[in-house]
């Protein structure tokens, strides 16, 4: 009968884990006497992130917003391409090896195809995001939807269930925890799919923190660079707590307390 | 104060509308682009401009020949790359003038001369023909190409060279990395290609494709005009020809990028002083290709009057510099802007 | 995969006012790999007849049950069934679904509003004293409970014939007089047929019309017991005629699973 | 009762579907009339794979030692860490924002600093492709553990089951299905982690196909970079329908056959 | 979370040689939110009894058990317990390990070689007829075979205290009866005490030493009844004392569910 710990311990140690590796950064830039240009120290990176928070916010904006219409494009298309491949043998043979075979062309090649074709506004990002993210919600959901105890299942089609009622009182709900694993990853990865996408290019004016992480690196202003790294972080890590909670709220009986009886 | 002001009752221009696709992030070689927009030059002709930044260099080119942009900034070899592989991509002004691609070195390498590069690492940004300047510089030098280590570090140039990595790079810019370094006190060394052996070539030029140019001549000649008049007020004042790219770029740090505006004028302008600005050396371009071609770069030389145009530059230049290598054959009629001599 | 021996016919829900034998099974064979189940099973069940099924641990009653309702194939045999109901063995609640929304999913599937279904639903909980768990999900219920609301779902259900796999196992004694009560009572009620798997021989002697005793593995009918003691609701477990079937149940299944010794006895 | 499909059938709508999509893409280039630097026909591509197919070859090599060692790497480290993570709450809410905050981190901001580290050799690779990887692999786990049906743990407690006990009779092989899904997507994206990972350099003559991705780019041959994508693509998917099987065959209890009775 | 009120002692494994009380129980109250459970139940268990525990169906005999084997705390009283052996009532079988793994998980957790403990484990399953399902996982298996295969796991644990909730709750009468006196006999050979739940009323009088019978939630003691019917292996059920026992603990429990009707009759 394990305690879970207080909420307010944990997100203590949740912020005591990053400052320790923050301050163990800055004891080795310091004593290594690391190049600045190389590797800023913690303190340089937080002197920018004040100095230049207008530039950072404009930024997380136009990121935010990539990410957030391309996640949501991820999710929705991918748990229904998981439903479709779950349903039907042959759509699933005919679209299981392009999925994954799409998974693996690189951003840069992709890229230029996108920007022919929807232009240098979001079209492209919110699309590439969506590349990005919608795999692991497609094999999450696929896989978990495929280890639905077949008996529930069948108990249903005895009540004269038909196919799509099936999955909406039986497999649908079953597969969610587990899908819902896939849909964390794809909020995780959503940000640094965003910085990906932003070397597509942008409109003048329009930049997010990927075009800003790259202009610096070029300007040798490493320090801005990884105040924009930073931001995207705390960004995944909020949105994957965000999503964690969602999880437990939508799949509450997946997630029994290990203490609780039977 | 230099508009005329038409009567009240004129019309406005009709405005049409021009994509542009920087070659980069915007930078200080773009300075005049931004001081013609914000001086309303683009809007005087009857343009609206947009301009576009990518992130990535290799994809401006794809994004020209596939008709996604108007005109973009690209790079002398790329242009010539795209024609060999087919795309009626044309050049028609050259926005800095000369290489800016340079061999640059920290003091701990102590590297003053390319002899000195024997047995050192020397880090490139995997591009092929960047690496054959390596080739031609260290044949120059007399310096067995086996005998330098090369590493492939992608965008990673400064990255290599300040955490030592490598003794040298090849592939960025003496005008930006080069006064950065600088100003940053890390002494580094630095030397453009053409100053060891490589052909002069324009680093940053504008690009159209042909069909562009055709159908939309008298845009392209009036963007062309607007730019060259940023440029040029860039020149008269340096410091406030500036100011619009940096109000337009907020996350562009003030001082170097004056500084390298102050460094790069020259380089913005031909180094003759009757050509206009923009003006496309075609001897150069013949030297390049052929360069190219004994690097084994390119197949064989391509045909420059197709791939090169003087005719939308301003002034003087105009319908003036259209040549063949050689200066023998008579241009090509089929190409763009072309109204006989 | 596909039906190698067997032949199933389920027949179309409405059938007619002539209501054809719920249940006509003719020879039922059906093996896992080498482990030969059934071996030639006939059972029939008539209309509005509640018929009894008992048989050692192991035997192959729950796969004649989802055979019946067509989750199975035999192997060889005619199988023409009514379309039936399930209560299954385990219990089979979903785990995201409250103790009403389990009863009332029945209803739900065949068409009913969310409102209508649970009142339904509730006022069946509240006939089996699990009113006030109504919104329990089932890992809040004890076993019988779960057993009960498994029961209700199956009842809920309006089809013609019931297959239950011990509905009262996991009850205790009081309760599970009441609801095999309950249950002989809606049957008066609404008469429907019911094919009844239980390991209780009093249960199947109070609430078959006829008990069917399987042997063991590869199992055939070792027996069949008409229970003459008039309709289940007014059964008593003193009633001789149910004493008797008793016995005889209890018999035959012991004759069936250590023949021999009672042969020397 | 569905049929599932016969393996060959499957196998052919597997083939069929790329297939289609590459007539699409033929038929859409030559109609459409695209620039071949920017999208090559697929023919143009193959004639590429034939032509350069000892280049490419070469550098498949490289890259998929880069994906083996880094996914190998990953799936170690990112189930010990899941593991350690569910096994001590304290670990878990110090290291959990870390490892999404990290998933955060954009490739070229990083590989330099690893580069200075670890030099131009395979080792910056496979700490990338690691990075990448792991991360579906640890959430998939950790979530898979958190599910666990906690009243099995509970009975092994009675049976005086120590904790490391308890990991290996219940816990470990009741998440092993659902971990298998965090691999499965790790295996697909491991490829382009790979060619992100070679961005951060590496000595000529020992390229992987992220560079040579990345020159074709820059010389303007975009059918031998697609030439690479190409391989990339089969050899993802390859390796995950491996894993696919692997899934299958570790965890049989887990993938009943609806068809099958219980 | 924690013990809010009442309080545990496990007590350490080697009891001594004048071993403790493997039970002793007092005032267990338990509730779920503000569903009162268990209201005060005083509970015994002396070396080497057994004990049946019965009563209505969710009174919170589970619940008992399960704080018996530590996996929950009661709200109140105190509970001092020697380390159990628990058989859950759904039988929790481990779905990756066939039945003879499953078996012999308890001897593998005690720190016996494989060999050594499927030897065991094998042995065992011959005993209930499931020799030939050695090698079949749980979803291969019956009910009433998982329940078997759920029990000898708890045997095979070396516990001195068994706790086994519906033992033989889905087995046939014939097959039951056959595990009740397995179990006598082995409790003769080598004897345990033992908390066994079970809804079958002459099952707790064959088995008992004592019958300790719940009433309704919030359940405390309603009767304490001593079966003075001998070892249990040499009971029969129609032993006048077990007949005696059987009518009395049944009494109890209708009493205590149905309290004025009885009164009323
Ligand atoms: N999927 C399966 N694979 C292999 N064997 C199976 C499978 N399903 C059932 N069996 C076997 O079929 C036999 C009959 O099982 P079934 O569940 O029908 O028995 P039952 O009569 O309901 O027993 P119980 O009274 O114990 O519930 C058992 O020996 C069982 O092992
Ligand atoms: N986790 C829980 N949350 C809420 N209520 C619970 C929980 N566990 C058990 N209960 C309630 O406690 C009561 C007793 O449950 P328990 O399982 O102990 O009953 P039982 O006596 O074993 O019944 P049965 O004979 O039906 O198995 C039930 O009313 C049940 O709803
Ligand atoms: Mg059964
Ligand atoms: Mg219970």
């Known amino acids: 009968m394990r305690r879970p710990l207080h909420p307010a311990v944990r997100v203590a140690l949740g912020v005591l884990g990053p400052l320790l590796l923050l301050a163990a950064w800055q004891a080795y830039v310091r004593l290594a006497d690391v190049d600045p240009i190389l590797l800023p120290a913690p303190t340089d990176v937080a002197a920018s992130l004040v100095d230049d928070r207008s530039l950072l916010w404009d930024a997380f904006v136009v990121t935010g917003q990539e990410v957030l219409l391309g996640l949501a494009t991820a999710l929705v298309l991918g748990a229904g391409l998981a439903i479709l491949m779950h349903l039907s043998a042959i759509v699933r043979a005919m679209l299981g090896p392009l999925v994954i075979g799409i998974q693996a062309v690189p951003i840069p090649v992709l890229a230029p195809v996108l920007v022919f074709w929807l232009g240098f506004g979001v079209g492209p990002k919110i699309v590439i995001v969506a590349i990005i993210c919608f795999f692991p919600v497609v094999i999450n959901t696929l896989d978990a939807l495929d280890r639905v105890d077949p008996d529930l299942g069948r108990l249903l089609q005895t009540m004269g269930a038909s196919r799509r009622q099936r999955l909406r009182w039986v497999e649908l709900p079953a597969a969610l925890p587990a899908a819902l694993s896939g849909a964390k990853v794809a909020v995780a990865i959503a940000g640094i799919a965003a910085v990906f996408a932003e070397y597509a290019g942008a409109e003048q004016g329009s930049e997010g923190l990927g075009l800003l992480i790259n202009s610096a690196r070029f300007s040798l202003a490493t320090d801005r660079a990884f105040a924009a790294v930073f931001i995207l972080a705390v960004f995944a890590v909020l949105t994957t707590g965000a999503l964690a909670l969602a999880q437990r709220l939508l799949a509450p009986w997946a997630h029994r307390r290990p203490g609780a009886p039977r | ?341 | ?265």
Request: glycine share 10%.
């Open chain 3, 1 to 265: 995969m596909g039906y190698p021996g067997g032949s199933v016919r389920v027949q179309s829900p409405p059938s007619g006012p002539a209501a054809a034998r719920p249940l006509t099974a003719r020879g039922i064979v059906r093996r896992f790999g080498d482990l030969a189940v059934l071996d030639g099973v006939d059972l029939d069940v008539a209309p509005h007849e509640t018929v009894a099924l008992v048989g050692p641990s192991g035997c192959g009653k729950s796969t004649l049950l989802e055979m019946v309702c067509g989750l199975q194939a035999p192997d060889a045999g005619t199988l023409d069934a009514a379309p039936a109901a399930l209560m299954p063995q385990r219990d089979l609640l979903l785990p995201w679904l409250d103790a009403r929304d389990n009863v009332a999913l029945p209803l739900r599937l065949a068409g009913s509003g969310r409102r209508e279904a649970r009142a339904a639903a509730d006022a069946l909980l509240d006939r089996v004293e699990l009113g006030r768990f109504a919104r329990s999900r089932p890992d809040e219920l004890s076993g019988g409970m779960r057993q009960r609301v498994s029961f209700l779902r199956a009842l809920a259900t309006e089809r013609e014939l019931l297959c239950l796999d011990e509905p009262f196992g996991a009850l205790d004694a009081i309760t599970r007089e009441e609801l095999r009560h309950w249950l002989a009572e809606r049957l008066e009620e609404r008469p429907r047929s019911v094919l009844l798997v239980t390991h209780d021989v009093e249960e199947a002697a109070l609430l078959g019309d006829r008990v069917i005793v399987l042997g063991p593995r590869p199992a055939g009918v070792v027996a069949r017991i008409s229970v003459d003691a008039g309709p289940a609701r007014r059964r008593e477990a003193t009633d001789p005629a149910v004493v008797d079937a008793r016995r005889r149940i209890h018999d035959a299944l012991r004759t069936a699973m250590r023949g021999d010794e009672v042969a020397a006895t």
């Open chain 2, 1 to 341: 104060g230099e508009r005329d002001e038409p009567g009240a009752s004129a019309p406005p221009p009709p405005t049409e509308e021009l994509s542009l696709l920087l070659d980069y992030h915007p930078n200080a070689n773009h300075v005049g682009i931004y001081k013609a927009e914000a001086d309303g030059r683009f809007e005087d002709a009857g343009l609206k401009v947009r301009i576009q930044q990518p992130s990535d260099p290799a994809t401006v080119l794809q994004q020209v020949a596939a008709g996604r942009v108007d005109v973009a900034i690209s790079y002398q070899p790329e242009i010539m790359l795209a024609r060999a592989a087919g795309s009626d991509v044309v050049a028609f002004a050259a926005v800095v003038q000369r290489p800016l691609t340079s061999l640059i070195s920290l003091p701990h390498a102590k590297i003053a001369k390319p002899a000195d590069l024997k047995g050192k690492t020397v880090g490139t940004a995997g591009i092929a023909y960047q690496t054959a300047y390596l080739d031609t510089i260290l044949e120059q030098a007399g310096v067995d190409p086996k005998d330098v280590k090369r590493v492939n570090v992608g965008s990673g140039l400064n990255q290599a060279l300040i955490g030592k990595k490598v003794d040298a790079t090849l592939g960025a810019f003496w005008n930006y990395e080069g006064v950065e370094l600088t100003r940053r006190d890390r002494r580094p060394v630095v030397v453009p290609v053409d100053e060891l052996g490589v052909p002069e070539y324009a680093e940053l030029v504008l690009v159209a494709r042909a069909e562009t140019l055709r159908d939309r001549e008298s845009a392209v000649r009036r963007f062309v005009r607007a730019v060259a008049v940023g440029y040029d007020a860039v020149k008269r004042d340096p410091v406030r020809g500036t100011i619009p790219l940096l109000r337009a770029n907020r996350d562009l740090d003030a001082e170097l990028q004056e500084e390298v505006v102050e460094k790069t004028l020259g380089a913005f302008f031909p180094k003759d002083d009757d050509k206009p600005w923009g003006w496309l050396d075609f001897d150069g371009w013949a030297r390049y290709g052929q360069w190219m071609v004994e690097n084994g770069l390119l197949k064989q030389r391509i045909a420059l009057d197709q791939a090169v145009t003087t005719d939308f530059l301003p002034g003087e230049g105009a319908g003036e510099g259209r040549k063949t290598p050689g200066g023998k054959a008579t241009p090509s009629e089929a190409l763009p802007g072309y109204r006989g001599s």
